[in-house]
């Protein structure tokens, strides 16, 4: 079976509540939207927490909807996407609070990435650090765009802009990116 | 730096950051346990919330996310394990309360008045299936019965919540409010229906099942109300051949419950008259007996030993003081409302006593020839399409037979004649009174012998 015909077959046992087929699902998707989410949070238990809560969302979505659904990647990124949003807004009520633990917290983070990739370059570091430096919308699509290599077709749809717009914001961003990346070698 | 460069770099990236192997496989598992639970219970709505719940409490702990998992597992494997065993509990069960509970939690945790009101008329359902699985099962004891009060009320807390439910959807979508409003009227009506059937097999909770009876009626009345209303203001699609029906429907009813209680009635009539008769007779046999008695008595007996005395000697007590003991339980059942079983009954000039808050059996005689009046009133009225004037009519009428047939209910003893003429021909059984008029009789008697014994001092 092509990935697609698959995916199509899950999402059809998934509808009439199969629960054994969307964990299939979730194997094809839980990699892919957890270092979504990865890049968008600031830790790796909010990644993680967050990445369960789009699959409950997403069954929950798929089971409710009797709507066709056609793309269920873009489906799942949308739903990510706005968790992420849901998630900084909850945030930004305890933000004065937790600040100081976050800041913490993410630097035990980061250590803990670095050894579990002893051997990544340096420079694979920065381009992380670079990445989170972003605005949200231009890391949205550096990420789906060059990370999960999405169609810029799909990505408008997980963004809800058109084609035409995605276009520009992937070539701003990388922009972007490119001259942080460069500011630091400097 | 070139952006090719950037590109490939970025790409790259899929292969480092991946999450952990281990939390991917206990997240799966956790998922595909919330998913099954999901679906077996039907408790999506719910348990989004739970989670939700879960979350804020953890969210400020910062816990590693492995532990959380462990936790969920915990709490939502134990919870759903416990729901589903209090499903097919029934009154009294230990986990009956709790499977309470959590449809309550289900109701308030609903989006909407639609949602509210579906899963609130499911539950009702759901309780009069359970008075009926208690009462259609043969080894149910008593106190199994007793304990359908708390599924009663609890269907009538049901009943009053879809009306204000549909109160409050009637200002906020009335259309809906419509909708929703023809399925309950529906349904209510169909609660009132099973309600009655297991009426007769309820007699230790006449009055709960009145109340869920009526607040059934309530509903069901404020539905069509609405119904009608829409209806009249022009603003429901609704084909007036529908409610008209509705109506009618309605009107067939309550002439059935006319011509029943009409029966009742004569039948009550008649029966008192036959009843009348039979206690006259046995009052005299009797007299001349207990004159007898009181004679003998008052011969042997010591003034202390008749506080004492066994039953027999109180009977003959009692007409042996004709003016005192009379007077006595004709007060108290006036207050008290008791039935027809006090001595005041017993003479030619029987009246059903009761209450002030009832009509005696004279005065409803002619209330359901009323009824009927009010009833081809309204059927004049629904052939003009005045809708709201013809179910105003029922209402009424509805009104009347609802109080005719309480005053039938109060009186239910005489439709009986064989049980009744059985009792009056049991002279022993018949004199036992109510506890409270035996007391006021032993008192009334005590102050008598006080005063004997001070006329027997002085």
């Known amino acids: 079976m092509t990935g697609y015909i698959k995916e199509k077959y899950l999402l059809f046992r998934a509808k009439n509540k199969d629960p054994e087929a969307f964990s299939q699902v979730y194997d094809l998707y839980a990699e892919k939207i957890y270092r979504y989410i990865f890049f968008k949070v600031r830790t790796q238990e909010d990644a993680q927490d967050l990445t369960s809560e789009v699959f409950l969302k997403t069954w929950q979505y798929i089971a409710e909807n009797s709507k066709d659904i056609k793309n269920l990647n873009a489906l799942f990124y949308k739903i990510a996407r706005n968790l992420v949003i849901d998630y900084y807004r909850k945030l930004s009520q305890q933000e004065v609070l937790m600040e100081q633990e976050i800041l913490e917290q993410q630097e035990a983070v980061v250590s803990q990435t670095d050894l579990q990739a002893v051997e990544t370059k340096i420079e694979m570091e920065k381009i992380e650090e670079k990445l989170r430096e972003l605005k949200d919308e231009y890391r949205d699509v550096i990420i789906l765009r060059y990370i999960e290599q999405m169609s810029i077709n799909e990505i408008a749809q997980v963004i809800e802009k058109k084609t035409g717009a995605v276009r520009v914001m992937i070539f701003r961003a990388l922009n972007t990116l490119k001259d942080l990346m460069e500011e630091k070698d400097q | ?458």
């Open chain 2, 1 to 458: 730096m070139r952006k090719n460069e950037l590109i490939k770099q970025l790409n790259s990236l899929q292969q480092k950051i991946k999450p952990d192997g281990k939390w991917l496989e206990n997240n799966r598992d956790i998922l595909l346990s919330q998913l099954k639970a999901q679906t077996n219970f039907d408790l999506a709505e719910s348990q989004r919330h739970g989670l939700k719940f879960v979350k804020n409490i953890f969210a400020f702990a910062y816990k590693p996310a492995v532990s959380m998992a462990v936790v969920f597992v915990l709490v939502f494997g134990s919870w759903i394990a416990t729901v589903s065993a209090t499903k097919n509990s029934l009154p009294g069960d230990f986990l009956y309360n709790l499977k309470l509970t959590t449809e309550r939690v289900q109701v308030n945790l609903a989006m909407d008045e639609e949602k509210k009101t579906n899963l609130e008329l499911e539950f009702a359902g759901r309780r009069l299936q359970e008075i009926k699985t208690v009462v259609a099962n043969a080894e149910t004891t008593p106190q199994q019965k007793g304990n359908l009060d708390v599924t009663l009320k609890k269907f009538q807390e049901s009943m009053v919540n879809l009306k204000t439910n549909l109160a409050k959807l009637e200002i906020k979508d009335k259309d809906k409010a419509v909708e929703i409003a023809s399925v309950l009227d529906q349904k209510s009506q169909e609660y009132v229906d099973i309600l009655q059937d297991q009426q007769e097999s309820l007699p230790e909770l006449a009055q709960n099942t009145e109340d869920a009876i009526n607040a059934s009626k309530g509903t069901s009345e404020k539905a069509l109300d609405l119904i009608i209303k829409e209806f009249e203001a022009g603003q429901s699609n609704m084909q007036p051949d529908d409610i008209i029906n509705k109506v009618s429907a309605r009107i067939d009813d309550l002439e059935k419950v006319i011509t029943q209680a009409k029966s009742d009635l004569q039948t009550i009539n008649i029966n008192q008259i036959v009843l009348n008769k039979q206690l006259e007779e046995n009052a005299k046999a009797k007299q001349a007996a207990e004159a007898e008695a009181a004679q003998t008595e008052a011969n042997s007996a010591e003034p202390t030993d008749q506080a004492a005395a066994a039953e027999e000697t109180v009977p003959a007590d009692n007409t042996a003081v004709p003016a005192d003991n009379t007077a006595v339980p004709a007060d108290n059942s006036e207050n008290t409302n008791t039935q027809a079983e006090t001595p005041a009954c017993l003479g030619s000039q029987c009246q059903a006593p009761t209450a002030e808050v009832l009509p005696t059996l004279e005065e409803i005689q002619t209330k359901p020839d009323e009824a009927y009046a009010l009833l081809q009133q309204a059927r004049t009225g629904l052939r003009n399409v005045a809708l709201g004037k013809a179910f105003a009519l029922v209402k009424q009428a509805d009104d009347i037979m609802t109080l005719v047939n309480k005053v039938i209910n109060a009186n239910a003893k005489y439709l009986d004649i064989e049980s009744l003429l059985k009792e009056a021909n049991q002279p022993q059984a018949e004199e036992q009174q109510p506890a409270n008029n035996d007391s006021q009789a032993t008192d009334a008697q005590q102050s008598i012998d006080s005063a004997t014994a001070e006329e027997n001092a002085g």
